[in-house]
């Protein structure tokens, strides 16, 4: 009798750790993390910040951790860091990684958009992206690049005027405004 009680109860207990365990994984809403590391110096009374590291974690589960040689804090707008010298990464949900370098960027630290400017350089997977402008836009999953875009894949490389990424689906639109000026070469063997 006592055997079969206590196998009742052992039973129970797994029971109840195997729905916490479905609880926490499935269930449970996971808060958004953030980390910073900077350095901080007031320069002429700006806010300039040295060696910037930004870490967060949205709600979907993308990783995005941003670095800056140098910032600048906005005193009209708290949120806009004013940054140069600036790489970053997203780790999209699959794992794969989005590599983004430029020159200057403008960080928003409540919603992580961010507007890269001057001399960019986007690498995911076997494309390559080179413009002048480049934005993030977390809220609507969706990435854009503009202004002498450079599209380069194993297969082609090709001029255009706008390229549109979702995050999510990593689906791609490429843009063309003016089609006399389109220009995609073909790589021979997929080297050049």
């Known amino acids: 009798m006592k055997k079969k009680i206590f196998i009742q109860i052992l039973l129970l207990l797994l029971i109840l750790l195997l729905f916490f365990f479905i609880y926490q994984k499935y269930f449970k809403e996971m808060p958004e993390k953030r980390n910073l590391t900077i350095k ?24 995005y951790i941003i670095n800056a040689e140098t910032g600048t804090l906005d005193n009209d707008k708290p949120e806009i860091i004013y940054m140069s010298d600036v790489k970053a990464k997203i780790i999209l949900l699959d794992k794969s990684v ?48 503009y202004k002498n875009l450079t599209y380069k894949n194993s297969d082609i490389i090709m001029k255009a005027d706008k390229v549109e990424i979702n995050l999510l689906t990593k689906n791609s639109k490429i843009f063309n405004f003016n089609e006399n000026k389109v220009q995609i070469k073909k790589k021979a063997n997929g080297n050049n």
């Open 40 to 63: 901080q110096e007031n320069v002429k009374n700006e806010n300039k910040l040295i060696n910037i590291t930004y870490e967060s974690i949205d709600q979907a589960g993308r990783k």
């Open 98 to 145: 989005i590599y983004i370098n430029s020159l200057n960027a403008e960080y928003n630290n409540v919603n992580y958009d961010t507007k890269f400017e001057n001399n960019i350089e986007l690498r995911f997977l076997e494309n390559e992206i080179h413009c002048n402008n480049l934005n993030i836009f977390f809220k609507d999953n969706l990435l854009e690049a």
